[in-house]
Each structure stands twice: as C-alpha cells, then as structure tokens.
C-alpha cells in the first residue's frame, strides 16, 4: 500500500547537481526496520544502489559514489532526497527511490523511476 514518487528535473547540465525528492504516501519514513534508498538504472552499469537513509535518520553510502551524494530526509514532509554533484554524462539514468527492509530485494517496493539525462 506504501507508494514512492520520485520528482525532480528531468535534464542536467554536466559539473551541475542532479537533485531528486522522493515522496512517500502511505507510510512513514520514520516508520521502524525499514531503508529508503535510492538506486539507479543505466544501460551501461544495470542497476547501481546509490545509498539509503533510515528510519532514524542514519545514511548509508555506496562507496564508489559517497563522494559526490547527499541523501537527506525531511520527516515534515514525508520525504527523502537525493543530491549528487559533479554529474557527467555517465550518470544519465533512471533514477528510483525504493524502501525494503534492512536491504532485503523481495520486501522492496519501488517507486515508479524517473529518467535523468545529463546534456549539455
């Protein structure tokens, strides 16, 4: 029943930042045992776990990219977001925000994705 948006520009400029929101509807992010993550899908790579926040407001990384993302949260509003800098071409994607328990795929609920393209 729990649903996930993802929203945010379609289109960035290389060296800018991709910034996406995810809104959750019926449910909670500080709701307890669950990971709201965000993951990425590119011909090139498959898919690709960017990194999580959970319910306590913990963040998680995947190491190759930690450098350059920013997941944060705002409970007001139901939401998580994701900031990646320094976007190149390689980080066109379709970009889904997902919540599972403690990591486990077929608990995961996805939302819809959102295609990212990176362009000059």
């Known amino acids: 029943q729990v649903q996930l948006q993802e929203s945010g520009p379609g289109l960035v400029k290389p060296s800018q930042t991709l910034s996406l929101s995810c809104t959750v509807s019926n449910g909670s992010i500080t709701t307890n045992f669950y990971y709201w993550n965000w993951i990425r899908q590119s011909p090139g790579k498959g898919l690709e776990w960017i990194g999580s926040v959970d319910s306590r407001g913990t963040v998680y990384y995947n190491p190759s990219l930690r450098s350059r993302t920013t997941i944060s949260r705002d409970t007001s509003k139901n939401q998580f977001t994701l900031q990646l800098n320094s976007v190149t071409l390689e980080d066109t994607s379709v970009y889904y925000c997902?919540?599972?328990?403690?990591?486990?795929?077929?608990?995961?609920?996805w939302g819809q994705g959102t295609q990212v393209t990176v362009s000059s």
């Open positions: 997902a919540r599972d328990p403690h990591g486990d795929p077929w608990e995961r609920i």
